[in-house]
């Protein structure tokens, strides 16, 4: 199992192009089961998530050609519906074939998903909107058992915002008997850039990016393949991470490839702390600054702060002027990384569902464990800045969503070793 030796502290200088969004990559690579064409795809990020969902495809009988990061996904030879727990089981966002299966094919078989243990997270409804589609769906031996003659379009409200629901539903809609309707659908960038992926084979969604989406189901033989090979939108999660990475070493380090529109609340939240940004159409500068204050933040969907940048945002406000709060709203077990910045010299207490984060001098290296995607980022950040040397040990889950982020760090300046486990 690999590790990372970190020797800190270092200011970050230069420029990182930001990789195409994991979350948006994962639903976009599924949508093409919906396609009887190949599918052209430039500037895939090379994530283990991508291999494990590319994986799963191929066992279904998926082709799929890579050249570089540019791919073609061939769902025509596709002739098994079933999702196997041996590779669904690391990642959530593998039950997402279901709804573009039943669409289909009018039946799937899919694991009850795993992923990052940061919360239940459960699929209910994702099952129930299907089910208000007319599918008969059953839980057995841990397996989404769901059939259908078709699929009908169908008013569907969710109870929460979920980002997996709403890809999951939109993907069925496309192929479903009429108009669907999703009532609070999810706002996130990732969403939008589905929507632009299925209008790009022909679908009629109308209000991507808002929280009422009318997806206009068409029959398979309407589909048609977009003329130019389809590319996934900046990560956002990825940007942030190098943003707060050079504001806490006090770098100056611009950040590009990604739409700033899409960090709009943590961007003003940096700014509000005393953070120096020049924020252009597809990059943002990072100027040195003097030592930030504290804020307060709190999780909450597209577009208010997200959660997938709460662990990078508390190990910044580990080190700054003051005390600041953070209130997880969207996953109740997304503190796991506290104990190990606890170790490197943070001062954070937790209570319930939020964290008092007492900003110190300096933090001290120490051996670290990952427990999470977004956990494993803010130890990198706060092994950065720290004296000394960090071990940062399981950096399997930061390969799950951050393409070559040892190597876009040590470019930047950073003392980064991976030591092949």
């Known amino acids: 199992m690999d590790k990372l030796l970190v020797e800190g502290p270092c200011k970050l200088m230069g420029s990182v192009e930001i990789s195409s969004a994991k979350n948006a990559t994962l639903p976009i690579l599924v949508a093409t089961i919906l396609c009887p064409y190949p599918v052209k795809f ?75 243990a940061i919360g239940a997270r459960p699929v209910d409804i994702h099952l129930s909107g299907l089910e208000k589609m007319g599918a008969h769906i059953e839980i057995e031996n841990g397996y989404i058992k769901a059939k259908c003659d078709k699929l009908k379009g169908a008013v569907i409200t969710f109870p929460f915002p979920s980002v997996g629901a709403t890809e999951n539903i939109m993907m069925a809609a496309v192929l479903a008997e009429g108009t669907t309707v999703i009532e609070n659908a999810a706002m996130e960038p990732e969403i939008d850039d589905l929507a632009d992926f299925l209008m790009a084979q022909g679908v009629k969604i109308e209000g991507s990016g808002t929280s009422r989406m009318i997806i206009h189901g068409m029959k398979i033989n309407e589909l048609k393949p977009s003329p130019w090979p389809y590319r996934v939108i900046g990560d956002r999660i990825e940007a942030a991470t190098f943003i707060i990475a050079a504001i806490m070493s006090g770098g100056d380090v611009k950040v590009s490839g990604f739409n700033p529109d899409h960090l709009k609340f943590v961007l003003e939240t940096l700014t509000k702390m005393g953070a120096q940004l020049e924020i252009g159409k597809d990059f943002i500068q990072i100027h040195p600054s003097q030592r930030l204050k504290g804020g307060t933040i709190e999780t909450l969907p597209f577009p208010g702060f997200p959660t997938d940048v709460q662990a990078q945002m508390m190990a910044l406000m580990s080190i700054v002027d003051g005390s600041s709060i953070v209130t997880e709203t969207i996953f109740e ?37 990952c427990t999470d995607l977004r956990a494993s980022a803010a130890l990198i950040l706060c092994a950065l800045i720290a004296d000394g040397q960090t071990e940062i040990q399981r950096v399997y889950h930061l390969d799950r969503g951050y393409e070559r982020i040892d190597e876009k760090l040590t470019k930047l300046g950073a003392k980064i070793t991976r030591v092949k486990g």
């Open 42 to 116: 430039t500037g895939i990020p090379d994530l283990m998530d991508v291999g494990t969902i590319l994986k799963l495809m191929q066992s279904m009988g998926v082709k799929v050609e890579r050249n570089l990061n540019d791919y073609v996904i061939d769902a025509t030879s596709l002739t098994n519906q079933h999702a196997d727990y041996l590779l669904v089981k690391t990642m959530r966002a593998s039950v997402l074939v279901l709804g573009p299966l039943l669409a289909r094919y009018g039946v799937a078989s899919v694991s009850l998903p795993g992923g990052c």
């Open 333 to 369: 077990n997304r503190f796991m990384h506290v104990p190990e910045m606890i170790r490197m010299g943070s001062k954070i207490t937790l209570k319930g569902n939020s964290a008092l984060i007492e900003g110190v001098e300096s933090l001290s290296g120490a051996p670290v464990m």
